[in-house]
């Protein structure tokens, strides 16, 4: 039996690290795993500028422990009136590393985002042209589609046209949550990818409403049919390149998870490696794990893998109910469970 499992350090390519006092409360969960993230833009107000996103990064590193090794990697927010060229000028500079598709009212701090992907056109073919990717929220916001439909209709509404009408540009489906969209990005070129967080391959839509409502288990895009997250658990471990790890770490504090509003998100960050391998090993599927944590996403990203190696030992972890962030409470992913593997660093 496998005890221990080393492997290149990871990369989380989608976090939400916050900003002021979340952030500074949660940093570090991220950096003590990952090497670097691909941290998202929805701020209020959101990063669309070289300079906001400059600021955001002095920010991220400001808030981490001491020596820690973590590079940020910073997105764009793209909004309908973007300049193109304040897009190529961040990509040009190194400070953007990817821009981000937020449909309007689609997630948290959305409401900034894009009405309609032909306004977007010309931030598209720049983008295309200088190689940088776009990482998308793939869902549409029409009220009469019904929530948990709406990843399925954007891919035949928005993604399969726009990946025809510019087929050279750098795509990743983020989060994704269905069957069909494994389908779709199996099928795709090589230009597309697509991420997949521990939540979507550990919970159906059950976790969220049986024996009541359990805001905890709220995030967007929701949980789906036990189906989709059968696909799920099948393209992670499969050893495919287009999939690879993006944890969609989303703190809120246990009052506003707990409130009227319910707000989506799930925080993993704390035990993200061990929630991911415990789904390696549930599936018999070890040795796809590094591929999955550590080398698909700086392949597609163009990027080098990281030379330092982290372990991991089979040994039991508690989750904590509760972990302090920033003087606010946050439940974690898994709180109060037990998980197979430790991160020994």
Known sequence: MTTTITIRRPDDWHVHLRDDAMLQGVASYTARQFARAIVMPNLTPPITTVEAASAYRDRIMAALPDGAAFEPLMTCYLTDNLDPEEVRRGFEAGVFTAAKLYPAGATTNSDSGVTDVAKIRGVLEVMAEIGMVLCVHGEVTAADIDIFDREAVFIEQVLKPLIAEIPSLKVVFEHITTQDAVRFVEAAPANVAATITPQHLHINRNAMLVGGMRPHAYCLPVAKRELHRLALRRAATSGLPKFFLGTDSAPHTRSAKESACGCAGIFNAPFALESYLAVFEAEEALEQFEGF?????????????????????KRDTGVPETVDAGGEQLVPFHAGQTLGWTFAG
């Not at 944590?293 to 030992?313: Q, R």
């Open 293 to 313: 944590a550590s080398l698909h996403g700086p392949a597609f990203y163009g990027l080098p893998v990281n030379e330092e190696a982290i372990t991991l030992e």
